[in-house]
């Protein structure tokens, strides 16, 4: 089983719209938590940590579910720069080690 | 400004071939990655260093080597080039974020490597 599961995707959605990623993880010891943007060919680049409380970056949302082992990230009101991949990150403190998604496909559309 | 740089950004090489990537940090960070990326699979550890001298295997290691001689670099040998290593290569560094967990991981901007 993977450590980390996304939704590959691709979403396709118009500009405008509001889009919701979801990631799974498997190792209950997983203690931070990161979404990262990857544009084609690029390399990733953070996008915002995520925190227990849920946190929000401008048109940006990160929730932490532990109970469920699930990490979110809604972006609204979606602009043609946002289409890009976008990893989901857990890192675990056993072996102080990141494991990646493999990400999920976004593409706003005009 | 710091950062991190590879070298090379492309290489094209035969099987059975040595191959080293270099990477290069001006962060002055003690933990540094090195990562494959190909389709289906996302991003996977090859190796992983936590300071000058210290060296660790990641998921994906078999085939590959680093070193760790300063900070600043942490190259990675392909000992005998292989066509499954045909991948796209991420070195990566990061400081130590809050409550001892590492923080922010800072990529360099990739090396493609084709082993025919």
């Known amino acids: 089983r993977k450590e980390v599961e996304q939704d590959p995707g691709p979403f396709n959605v118009p500009e405008g719209a509001t889009v919701a990623f979801n990631c799974t993880y498997s190792?209950?010891?997983?203690?931070?938590f990161f979404w990262y943007r990857q544009d084609c060919r690029k390399e990733p680049k953070l996008l915002m940590s995520?925190?227990?409380s849920g946190n929000e970056d401008g048109r940006f949302t990160a929730q932490l579910n532990r109970a469920s082992q699930y990490i979110s990230l809604l972006i609204r009101d979606s602009k043609l720069s946002d289409s890009a991949t976008y990893l989901c990150?857990?890192?675990?403190?056993?072996?102080?080690?990141?494991?990646f998604g493999t990400g999920t496909s976004l593409t706003v559309i005009p | 400004d710091a950062e991190i740089t590879q070298s090379p950004r492309h290489k094209i090489t035969e099987t059975g071939r040595q191959v080293t990537l270099a990477c290069h940090q001006t962060?002055?960070?003690?933990?540094m990655f090195w990562y494959r990326q190909d389709l289906g699979h996302g991003l996977r550890l090859i190796h992983y260093?936590?300071?000058?001298?210290?060296?660790n295997k990641g998921e994906v290691s078999d085939g590959y080597s680093v070193s760790r001689s300063n900070t600043e670099d942490l190259p990675l040998t392909l000992e005998s080039a292989a066509s499954s290593q045909t991948s796209v290569y991420f070195c990566?560094?990061?400081?130590?974020?809050?409550?001892?967990?590492?923080?922010?991981?800072?990529f360099g901007e990739g090396s493609r490597l084709t082993v025919l």
């Open positions: 990566a560094s990061s400081a130590p974020g809050l409550a001892g967990a590492t923080g922010e991981l800072f």
């Open positions: 190792n209950s010891a997983s203690q931070s």
């Open positions: 995520v925190y227990s």
């Open positions: 990150v857990v890192n675990i403190m056993t072996g102080n080690q990141f494991y």
């Open positions: 962060w002055n960070h003690n933990n």
């Open positions: 260093s936590y300071g000058v001298h210290d060296t």
